[in-house]
Structures are given as C-alpha cells and as structure tokens.
C-alpha cells in the first residue's frame, strides 16, 4: 500500500523560499505511469495544482507559478521536493503531495497534507 507524508516547515517568512519535502513509502517515485503532483489548498478556497515531477523525471508546473516553482526528487530516498520562492502571504495554504495515475486518469494516494503560512 502507498503512502505520501509531507514534511516541512509550518511558518514561512515573506520573500523566503517555502520547501516541503514528500516521502513516498509502498512504492517507486519511478514507476511507470505515476506522476508525483503538488497541490495546495489556501483558506477558503478550492484545490489549486501547482504541479508534478513523473515516473521518467520530466516536471510541469501550474504557468501562474511556474517562475517561482520547482520540484525535484531523490529516487535514493524515495522522496520528491517542492520549492516555491519568493512567497506571499498568498501562498499560505495547506500543501498536498498526490500520486497521479495516468492508467486510471485520477489522483489514487493522497498525502495528509501540511499547513504552510506565510507570515513575519
């Protein structure tokens, strides 16, 4: 059974750079098919994809972010990190890590998810 956990800072300093870490437990970050997805969720509002780091290493991101994004993986580790930098206050959300599945064209894993406010 696949798991995600996320990990990383709950407090953020405006202009720093948020990073969070996702360890994925069950399963390879390198299987085939799987695309290791960011999502977040900020007060009040609905999900908001920021993007995803797949099976072969090749990553996409949301275009609104896209300058501020990255995400990276250590297969050693089984784990895959997002880095978004210059935050806002706007980018205070709780944070997901998914595991897409293009065989059944849904999100089947989620993590727990982990609150991330931006604040001094």
């Known amino acids: 059974q696949v798991q995600l956990q996320e990990s990383g800072p709950g407090l953020v300093k405006p202009s720093q750079t948020l990073s969070l870490t996702c360890t994925v437990s069950?399963?390879?970050?390198?299987?085939?098919?799987?695309?290791w997805t960011w999502i977040r969720q900020p007060p009040g509002k609905g999900l908001e994809w920021i993007g995803y780091i797949g099976y072969s290493g090749d990553t996409y991101y949301r275009p609104s972010l896209k300058s501020r994004t990255s995400i990276s993986r250590d297969t050693s580790k089984n784990q895959f990190t997002l880095e978004l930098s210059s935050v806002t206050p706007e980018d205070t959300a709780v944070y997901y890590c998914?595991?897409?599945?293009?065989?059944?064209?849904?999100?089947?894993?989620w993590g727990q998810g982990t609150q991330v406010t931006v604040s001094s």
């Open positions: 069950g399963g390879s970050i390198t299987t085939n098919s799987y695309y």
């Open positions: 998914a595991r897409w599945s293009s065989d059944y064209n849904s999100y089947n894993v």
